[in-house]
T-cell receptor, first 113, second 115 residues
Framework: DARVTQTPRHKVTEMGQEVTMRCQPILGHNTVFWYRQTMMQGLELLAYFRNRAPLDDSGMPKDRFSAEMPDATLATLKIQPSEPRDSAVYFC???????????FGPGTRLTVL | SQKIEQNSEALNIQEGKTATLTCNYTNYSPAYLQWYRQDPGRGPVFLLLIRENEKEKRKERLKVTFDTTLKQSLFHITASQPADSATYLCALDGGIYNQGGKLIFGQGTELSVKP
């Protein structure tokens, strides 16, 4: 049963701390997306990669957010320093290529105090 | 930029009735449109994809229509059940400058099916 995994599932941290979220894509999926979901803004695309190369990170505040794919089995999203407005659920999703359905992970619920 | 509007209010219907959810968009016409279901505390789950040259797509009790003239997609659940209660999201491809299958999601419509 192939699925996207994300860690941690929940994270509570203090403002100013570094937060790292991890995603393991489904084997064989070559596109990885990072989304943020809040009640006010809904589901927003932050960044995405194809074949590990970054394609678009225009949705991400680049002064504090960074996304990387060190290898095909791991994608990371880092926030440094974190702020209370970063509190949200962060989803990783993957697909097999252009025009295909996306498979979402369970999300990381981040609370920044 | 693309703007997507889904039913802003939650939709409450009686079990057995047909639920109809609306997704309207402005600006460019997408090459395809997808519908997802999201349950509380979980990630969205893909339901259906419809391409610009398709008028209608069906899957079991689900039906999606795509009207590129009206810039609208309708999502129908026939013979609805309480288990269909969830939030439904429509998503459009990112347009002519789209690279790599980027999707733009609507805010979602919360559906509640009462027994």
């Amino acid at each position: 049963d192939a699925r996207v995994t994300q860690t941690p599932r929940h994270k509570v941290t203090e403002m100013g701390q570094e937060v790292t979220m991890r995603c393991q894509p489904i084997l064989g999926h070559n596109t990885v997306f990072w989304y943020r979901q809040t009640m006010m803004q809904g589901l927003e695309l932050l960044a995405y990669f194809r074949n590990r190369a970054p394609l678009d990170d225009s949705g991400m505040p680049k002064d504090r957010f960074s996304a990387e794919m060190p290898d095909a089995t791991l994608a990371t999203l880092k926030i440094q320093p974190s702020e209370p407005r970063d509190s949200a659920v962060y989803f990783c999703a993957t697909d097999r290529g252009l025009g295909n359905e996306q498979f979402f992970g369970p999300g990381t619920r981040l609370t920044v105090l | 930029s693309q703007k997507i509007e889904q039913n802003s209010e939650a939709l409450n219907i009686q079990e057995g009735k047909t639920a109809t959810l609306t997704c309207n968009y402005t600006n460019y016409s997408p090459a395809y449109l997808q519908w997802y279901r999201q349950d509380p505390g979980r990630g969205p789950v893909f339901l259906l994809l419809i391409r610009e040259n398709e008028k209608e797509k069906r899957k079991e009790r689900l039906k999606v229509t795509f009207d590129t003239t009206l810039k609208q997609s309708l999502f129908h659940i026939t013979a609805s059940q309480p288990a269909d209660s969830a939030t439904y999201l429509c998503a459009l491809d990112g347009g002519i400058y789209n690279q790599g299958g980027k999707l733009i999601f609507g805010q979602g419509t919360e559906l509640s099916v009462k027994p």
